[in-house]
C-alpha cells in the first residue's frame, strides 16, 4: 500500500481496528505527492490504474497488465485530475439504482479481486 501526500495516519487507532490489524502484514509506503507516486511507478515499470466514476471503461473490461497500481480517491472527491490524466488507464465500477459511490474499502476489494482474477487468468 503507497500513501500519497497528506493522508490519513494508517496506524490510528480506527484504522488499525478497521484492518483488523491486517495493516500489519501489508508493506507500507508513503510518498510526498502525485510526482513522486507516478515518478517511482514509471521507474518499477508500474502501471498505474486509476479509478473514477466517469472512466468509459468498466473494470471487468479492462487490463491490469503486472505489475499493476491501483489508486483509489477519497470516497467523497474522488482522485483529481492530474492523477487521472497521468494514469495509463482509467476503470469504473459500474452503478445501478441510486447509489452515486461504494465506501472506498468495497470499492478497493471489487478492484483488487478484478486486477486478481485477471493475474490468475480465470
Do not use: C
Not at 508500474?46 to 471487468?60: L, M
Not at 467523497?76 to 452515486?100: C, F, H, S, Y
Amino acid at each position: 500500500m503507497v500513501l500519497v501526500g497528506d493522508t490519513t495516519d494508517p496506524f490510528a487507532p480506527a484504522a488499525v481496528k478497521a484492518s483488523m490489524g491486517s495493516l500489519f502484514a501489508v508493506p507500507l509506503a508513503h510518498v510526498p505527492d502525485l510526482d513522486a507516486f507516478f515518478d517511482w511507478a514509471g521507474e518499477h515499470g508500474v502501471q498505474v490504474v486509476a479509478t473514477s466514476g466517469r472512466a468509459s471503461a468498466a473494470h471487468w473490461d479492462a487490463a491490469y497488465p503486472g505489475p499493476v497500481a491501483l489508486l483509489m480517491g477519497s470516497e467523497g472527491d474522488g482522485l483529481p485530475d492530474a492523477a487521472l490524466t497521468r494514469a495509463d488507464a482509467q476503470v469504473r465500477i459500474p452503478m445501478t439504482g441510486t447509489a452515486e459511490s461504494l465506501n472506498l474499502a468495497v470499492a478497493t476489494g471489487v478492484l483488487l479481486y478484478e486486477a486478481r482474477r485477471h493475474a490468475v487468468g480465470s
